[in-house]
């Protein structure tokens, strides 16, 4: 079992509509997580980090996180084109220094 | 603006050559990563430093070997570059601390081609 999950995509949404984006992990005492956001031949940047449970709220962006259900996912609101990208989710790990991310969803906007 | 740079853009070697890549980044972060990244499999993890001088293993340290004598830069070696490592290869700097401190800044990526 992989420490953190995504389903790998990819995700096609219309434009306008809300994308949702899941993740689950297995580290039980993971308190951070975190949504990097990838474009096609670029690096990693962070858009959303979360780590109390319920909603997180930036913009169109909605992080949420379920502790009991090892459960966190992503909201966009309002999809546009340029929110076409891989979605990496990421959990800090309970007994280093570091974090553990998953393989990523791709996620495609359509006009 | 926190900056991580990368030696190489694209490199190309050949199997057996001895590679460095070199990653600097400018924020006096203590923490640094080196990832790789293959389509399907994600970002893992090679090696990270939590200080100068200190290294620990990642998930995937075969092969590979670092160096930090300074803060600011962390050097990944290729001791003897085999086409299996082929691949994207990111830096990576974050603060020390807890929680959202773990927020890590990306460098450009190096793309190396072992042939």
């Known amino acids: 079992q992989k420490e953190v999950e995504q389903n790998s995509g990819p995700l096609s949404v219309p434009e306008g509509a809300i994308a949702s984006l899941n993740c689950t992990y297995s580290?039980?005492?993971?308190?951070?997580f975190f949504w990097y956001r990838q474009y096609s031949g670029k690096s990693p940047e962070l858009i959303m980090f979360i780590y109390s449970n319920g909603d997180k709220e930036d913009g169109r962006f909605t992080a949420q996180l379920n502790k009991a259900s090892q459960y966190v996912s992503l909201l966009i609101r309002d999809s546009q084109p340029s929110d076409s990208a891989t979605y990496l989710c990421a959990a800090e790990h309970s007994s280093a220094s570091k974090i553990i991310f998953g393989s990523g969803t791709r996620l495609s906007i359509r006009p | 603006d926190v900056k991580v740079t990368q030696s190489s853009r694209y490199l190309v070697k050949r199997t057996g050559e001895k590679v460095f890549l070199e990653c600097v980044q400018d924020m006096d972060h203590e923490n640094m990563f080196w990832y790789r990244q293959d389509p399907g499999l994600g970002l893992r993890l090679i090696y990270f430093s939590y200080d100068v001088k200190m290294k620990e293993k990642g998930d995937i340290p075969e092969g590979y070997s670092v160096s930090r004598e300074k803060k600011e830069r962390f050097s990944l070696i290729l001791e003897s570059a085999s086409t299996n490592q082929t691949s994207m290869y990111l830096c990576?700097?974050?603060?020390?601390?807890?929680?959202?401190?773990?927020?890590?800044?990306f460098g450009p990526g190096t793309r190396l081609t072992v042939t």
């Open positions: 990576a700097s974050s603060p020390p601390g807890t929680g959202f401190s773990y927020e890590q800044y």
């Open positions: 580290d039980r005492g993971s308190q951070s």
